[in-house]
């Protein structure tokens, strides 16, 4: 059997267990709250196996969410896993669970804008200090060090820019000054890279995206190692999040087709990425499979595959020219989020507001896709129409 076979063998067959499932394929949705027992005996035994799969209560999760914990943990290859309401919430409920007054958290430049605003407005009002790094420090984020440094959070490839980063670099750094170290996942989903085996020890995913893979439910995860994973565990129960069974049950079925999915967007966007790279009015691509794309080579390194989601740098184009290329789409709709089976398109300007320690040329907008399950012809043309609207545009300003 090939590697790729094992993966997909393990996406279909991880998580259904017996004992959550009941022998139907999929496990049922179990809703609750009160879990009844029939003796002191038995309810001193939930007691002891509250946290390891047994029903407790109905905040400690069903079967419903003891399955998805489970296939998300053996995926991501850690030892437990945590659900949470959004993945933004699987972010603050990593964050919070490791970080207190008086920290110091490193935090990579190009991180998704909702993160660092959680830093700036929440995490600094709790007395968390945040230094932003350049996504491509790597081993030098050692300069960075100061004695209270507690976590280093990355995200790789990063939004909207998609640097990628030196993944095991950093972490062989953190590992000797014995510092926390956290992966945004998302990209990359549970099975196109290996988060644990390259020193990350909480690896997140905003299963919002292609695990549930439809656009209808919010729901995040962090998986973290044994070392980490009680603390992860109990601080979200402290918390009282809660996912509910109709959404992990969602979820779960939605993981189902995550690899198949993952290589239809690829090899679409692939398609779609290698016509753009050929139109003049393209600076740049910012896809992590061209040479183009700061951190190429860590993709090379590290990844196993790609995905839908990616962008480009126009050379030129004021607020109307990508205006007149992102409104009137056929095919790309405008809305945040990703991940679906649809295609999607936002314009950027003003990307130097959200980096402070990297450089952003703001004369070329950026334009962001997801590639989609359409037929990737519709999309070119969809696409080729865009570059014909902006060129009128551009055109009729010189
Ligand atoms: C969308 C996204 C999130 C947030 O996930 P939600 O489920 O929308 O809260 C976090 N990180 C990255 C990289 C994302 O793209």
Redesign the pocket.
Known sequence: MSKHDKLATQIVSTGRDKKYTQGIINPPVYRASTVVFDSMDDMRHAIKHKTNGELFYGRRGTHTHFAFQQAIAELEGGCGTALYP??????SGALLSFLGQGDHLLMVDN??E??RDLCDKLLAGYGVETTYYDPLIGADIKELIRPNTKVIFL?SP??ITMEIQDVPGICEVAKAHNIITML?N??ASPINCRPFEMGIDIS?Q????YIVGHSDV???TATANEEHWPRLREHSYLMGLTTSPDDVYLANRGLRTLGVRLKQHEQNALKVANWLAAREEVDHLRHPAFDTCPGHEFFERDFSGGNG?FSFVLKQGNLKAVTAFVENMQHFKMG????GYESLILGYFGLDKIRTVTNWDTSKPLIRLHIGLEDVDDLIADLEAAFERYNLVVNSCK
């Open positions: 959004s993945g933004a919430a699987a972010i991180v998704y909702p993160t995200e990063g939004s945004d998302t990209w997140i905003a299963a919002t995206k919010m729901i995040g989601l945040f989020s990703w991940g």
